[in-house]
C-alpha cells in the first residue's frame, strides 16, 4: 500500500536536482515504501523483485549516496553538427534576453512532431505582435519557451525553469473553471513533457488528467454531424476542426506515453464515448507530416492502452491476449509509412520523430513481456522448469530488451528530445538485464540470458548513458543508479547451504551438497523463499514427479502484484505457507490448467512463422515473433 504517512519525496522547489530522484523513477534507489501507487510496469516493481532475490541488496542500496546538486553553468548552445542551434544569450541578462522566436523555433523543430496541439501561425504571429498580455496566454507562451529552451541548449542549463516558473503563476483555480483550448495546450505542454523532463510524473499525470477533462468539457472527443458540414464550406472553419481533433489526439498520445511505465490505469482516455476522427492532411507538406506523426502515435497509443490496462487489471495475462496484443504492436510497426520507418538518415523532425517513436515500440513490448520475468524471477524456480509459454515470453524480453540497448547506444544523432528519451527508455531495457545477473539461472541457455551476455549489455548501456550526459538532466544520475545496482549483483553472496558465490557461480556452488540434502530438504521443509535450489527441482530422486514441483510454481499473479505495489513483505507472511502447501493448486501461469515439463531442446519458431506448440500430444496455439 502506498505509505501515506511518509513524507513526501516528490520536488518542493523548481530545482531541477530536487526532482531527479523522487520515489516514482526509482532514481534515489529508495527502499522505503512508495509514497504513491505503482503497478507492475514501473521500475519500482523490478526494484521490488530484486530485493526479493537478495533482500541484503536493500542494504547496498542504502548506502549510495544521495546525488549532488549539479552545478549551474553558463549555457551551452548545441554542438556545431547538430541540425538546429542558438547562440547563447549573455549570461548576465539570462533568458531574458533571449530573441523570443529562436526559443519557439526550437520548440517546433523538436517537440510539434510529436504532439502538434498548436496553431503554429497563429502562435508565431501572436509573439511577434506581442499585443496580448492576459494570463492565458503568457501561461502557454511561457511553457512554449521552457520546452524552447529544453531543445535550445544541452542538459546543464536551468534557464527553462524560470519559463516554467512562469507559466505555473499564470495558472489557478479560476484558470481551470474556465475552459479553454489555450488552458489546454498549457496543461498538455506541462504535463505531457516539461514536468517529465523534470522526473516529476506524479505532477504530470496529475495535471494530464485535468486536461483531459477540460477537453471533455470543450466536447472535443466528440465528432459532430455539423463539423463535417461546415468544414466543407469553409477553409476556416475546417482548419479549426482539425486543429480540436490534433489537440485530444495529442493529449491522448501525451497521457499514454506518461503512463506507460507508471502501471497505473487509464480511466477511461480511449472507449465507445471517444468519438473524435483522426486529423487529415490538407495539402500543405508539413502540415502533413505532423498529422501523419499523430495519426501513427494514436494508433500505437491505443494498443498500449490495451496493454497497459490489460497489466492494471491482472499482472500477468493470458497467453493468448499478450501474444495478441505483441502482434498488434508488430504489425502496426510493420505497417508504418516509410517516411516514419526508414533508417536512412533525414532532417528533422523526421529523424527525432521516427527514432523516438521505434524506441516506445520496443519499450511497450518489453514491459508487455516484463511481468513474466518477474513472476519468474519471484518463484525461484529454474529456467527448465518453466512452460513454454512462459520461456518464449521471458526470452522475447529479454532480445527486445538488448535490441533496445543496442539501437539507443548506436545512435549517433542526438538532441534534447532524443537525448532525454534514450536515457529513460534505454534505463527501461536496462533493467532487464540487471534482472538476470540476480536471477543467475544456470539452466537458462539463451543466448541473452547468461550472466556474461547481462554483463555485457548493461556495460554497453552504460556506456551509452556516458554519452548522454548532456542530452539529459538524469541521464547522470541513471548512470549512478545502473552502476550501482551493477556492483551490487557482482558481490558476493550467500546461498541456502552457507556457500559463498557471486554472480552466475551463485547456483553452482555447493551443487553436491544440495543434491545430497535435496530429498529431505524438500519431503520435510520447505526451502528459503530466497533461494533457487536447482539440483531438488532436477533431481529425479527428490522429485519423481511433476507434481512434486508444483509448490515452486504458483504464487497467484494477485499476491505478486500486491507485494510489488504495496510494498509490505508482511502481507507474504500468509502466503508463504499456501506458496510451499503439499497439496498445490493447478499450476499454470496462464490459467490452461496442468501442463508437463516442456524439453530442454526447445526451439522458437523463426520470426512471423504461426507453429503449434505441442504438450503432452496436445496442440497449443503459438504465435511467436522475436
Known amino acids: 500500500m502506498p505509505d501515506d504517512s511518509t513524507e513526501s519525496r516528490t520536488c518542493r522547489s523548481p530545482d531541477l536536482v530536487a526532482a531527479v530522484s523522487d520515489d516514482v523513477n526509482a532514481l534515489s534507489l529508495s527502499t522505503k515504501r512508495p509514497s504513491t501507487y505503482l503497478g507492475i510496469s514501473s521500475v519500482n516493481a523490478v526494484m521490488r523483485v530484486i530485493m526479493w532475490i537478495d533482500p541484503e541488496s536493500s542494504q547496498h542500496f542504502s548506502r549510495a549516496p544521495d546525488p549532488q546538486p549539479l552545478p549551474k553553468r553558463e549555457k551551452q548552445p548545441l554542438p556545431d553538427n547538430c541540425s538546429w542551434s542558438l547562440q547563447p544569450p549573455p549570461s548576465t ?112 499525470h496529475s495535471l494530464m488528467a485535468v486536461a483531459l477533462r477540460m477537453a471533455t468539457v470543450l466536447g472535443l472527443h466528440k465528432e459532430f454531424i455539423g463539423n463535417q458540414e461546415a468544414a466543407s464550406q469553409n477553409s476556416q472553419r475546417k482548419f479549426s476542426v482539425d486543429l480540436r481533433r490534433r489537440i485530444w489526439w495529442s493529449l491522448f498520445c501525451l497521457d499514454t506515453w506518461g503512463y506507460m511505465t507508471l502501471g497505473r490505469p487509464s480511466m477511461g482516455r480511449w472507449g465507445p464515448g471517444i468519438t473524435a476522427k483522426l486529423p487529415h492532411n490538407h495539402g500543405n507538406k508539413e502540415l502533413a507530416f505532423y498529422a501523419l506523426s499523430l495519426v501513427e502515435n494514436t494508433r500505437f497509443c491505443k494498443i498500449a492502452t490495451q496493454v497497459g490496462d490489460a497489466l492494471a487489471a491482472s499482472p500477468i495475462v493470458s497467453y493468448q491476449e499478450m501474444v495478441s496484443l505483441d502482434n498488434q504492436l508488430v504489425e502496426w510497426y510493420d505497417n508504418l509509412p516509410p517516411l516514419l520507418k526508414d533508417h536512412e538518415p533525414s532532417a528533422d523532425p523526421v529523424s527525432t520523430t521516427r527514432t523516438v517513436m521505434r524506441w516506445r ?18 518463484r525461484r524456480i529454474p529456467y527448465v522448469a518453466l512452460r513454454t509459454e512462459e520461456r518464449y515470453a521471458i526470452e522475447r524480453c529479454r532480445m527486445v530488451a538488448n535490441e533496445t540497448i543496442r539501437d539507443v547506444a548506436s545512435t549517433t544523432r542526438l538532441n534534447q528530445m532524443t537525448g532525454w528519451n534514450a536515457v529513460w527508455l534505454l534505463f527501461q531495457a536496462t533493467l532487464v538485464p540487471l534482472l538476470g545477473l540476480f536471477i543467475a539461472d544456470g539452466t537458462a541457455t539463451h543466448a541473452h540470458a547468461t550472466s ?96 512434486n514441483i508444483a509448490p515452486y510454481i504458483q504464487p497467484s499473479p494477485q499476491q505478486m502484484l500486491d507485494y510489488i505495489t504495496w510494498g509490505d513483505n508482511n502481507i507474504w507472511s500468509s502466503v508463504q505457507e499456501d506458496f510451499y502447501t503439499q497439496q498445490p493448486p493447478a499450476v499454470g501461469m496462464f490459467g490452461q490448467g496442468q501442463q508437463y515439463l516442456k524439453p530442454l531442446d526447445h526451439e522458437p519458431p523463426a520470426v512471423g512463422e504461426r507453429a503449434g506448440v505441442y504438450d503432452n500430444g496436445l496442440e497449443t496455439p503459438n504465435i511467436v515473433r522475436f
Open 93 to 204: 541578462a539570462g533568458h531574458l534576453e533571449v530573441n523570443p522566436m529562436e526559443l519557439t523555433n526550437a520548440y517546433f523543430a523538436y517537440f510539434h512532431s510529436f504532439a502538434p496541439l498548436l496553431d503554429e501561425h497563429l502562435f508565431r504571429e501572436t509573439v511577434l505582435v506581442r499585443k496580448r498580455s492576459d494570463p492565458r496566454w503568457l501561461a502557454l507562451q511561457n511553457i512554449v519557451f521552457a520546452l524552447g529552451s529544453i531543445a535550445a541548449y544541452t542538459a546543464d542549463d536551468t534557464s527553462h525553469e524560470s519559463y516554467y516558473l512562469k507559466a505555473r503563476h499564470y495558472l489557478s483555480l479560476d484558470t481551470l473553471g474556465n475552459p479553454h483550448l489555450e488552458t489546454i495546450q498549457t496543461l498538455a505542454l506541462m504535463g505531457g513533457h516539461y514536468l517529465h523532463y523534470m522526473s516529476q510524473p506524479n505532477l504530470a
Open 361 to 378: 515500440y520496443q519499450s511497450q513490448r518489453i514491459l508487455l513481456h516484463r511481468p513474466v520475468l518477474l513472476s519468474y524471477a519471484m
Open 452 to 547: 556474461d551476455s547481462c554483463r555485457n549489455q548493461v556495460e554497453t548501456a552504460i556506456v551509452a548513458l556516458e554519452r548522454l550526459e548532456n542530452w539529459s538532466p538524469t541521464a547522470k544520475r541513471t548512470l549512478e543508479v545502473v552502476s550501482r545496482i551493477l556492483e551490487t549483483s557482482q558481490r558476493p553472496r550467500h546461498t541456502s547451504v552457507g556457500s559463498c558465490t557471486s554472480g552466475s557461480d551463485t547456483h553452482t556452488a555447493g551443487m553436491s551438497d544440495q543434491s545430497a540434502t535435496a530429498s529431505s530438504e524438500t519431503s520435510n521443509t520447505a526451502p528459503s523463499i530466497h533461494t533457487m535450489d536447482q539440483t531438488a527441482v532436477l533431481s529425479n530422486a527428490a522429485f519423481p514427479s511433476y507434481q
